[in-house]
């Protein structure tokens, strides 16, 4: 369990720095309330990890064999993927690369706030906080690893690990996300991802033997 729990936590953690729903969280608590952002976006953020969590569990029910290779398979490959953007990345691309992903960001959340009235609930923001984060993160490739993890390892570790991971990186986005997303190095992000993927495949490909 506390391997899981470690896998889930450190992924996540490295992951979702500098990903959209952090600069969600980031955006959205420039204008809401902090705590009802953090509240909405760790919600959502949990469900998704739950709901993955099945998933991964719903996997583990086919064959053992199939399993561990595909989830060598999936590590290595995230991981190998990672480690060429991040050489292939330079500092003109890092810095677009960012612009891009808060722009988007910043798009959701500029189109969520004209179907909301001018005048918000607390529900309303948290409302908001939680569907612009589940919609995100659905199809990301947090999601797909948070499922692999599950597969194969306990599912109470992962889901704890990763919901810790998830509350880390929001609290880090609500509280000065604006101070410390100018100082994120997507290419560091990307090739410390990278390595931390190909490092599960191995330990995953280690266990098998």
Known sequence: ??????????LITVSEL???????????AMHHSRKLVFAGVVAALAAMTILSVL?????????KTYIHYAEIALFIA???????????MTAKAEQAEMMEEIAEAQAAVEK????????????????????????AEWGDRTQIATITLAAGNNAIGVTIGAILGHAICAAIA?????MIAGRISERQLTFAGGCLFLIFGVVAAIEGV
């Not at 998933?55 to 064959?63: E, H, T």
């Not at 609500?174 to 604006?178: A, F, P, R, S």
């Open 1 to 10: 369990m506390l391997a899981a729990f470690t896998a889930g936590l450190l």
């Open 18 to 28: 500098g990903d959209k729903t952090f600069f969600i969280a980031m955006i959205l």
């Open 55 to 63: 998933f991964g569990q719903a996997a583990s029910l086919l064959p």
């Open 78 to 88: 995230f991981g190998l993927k990672l480690l060429y953007q991040a050489m292939k």
């Open 112 to 135: 969520a706030e004209l179907q909301l009235p001018k005048q918000k609930t607390p529900l309303s923001i948290l409302i908001e906080a939680f569907t612009l984060t589940f919609m």
């Open 174 to 178: 609500v509280i000065g996300g604006k």
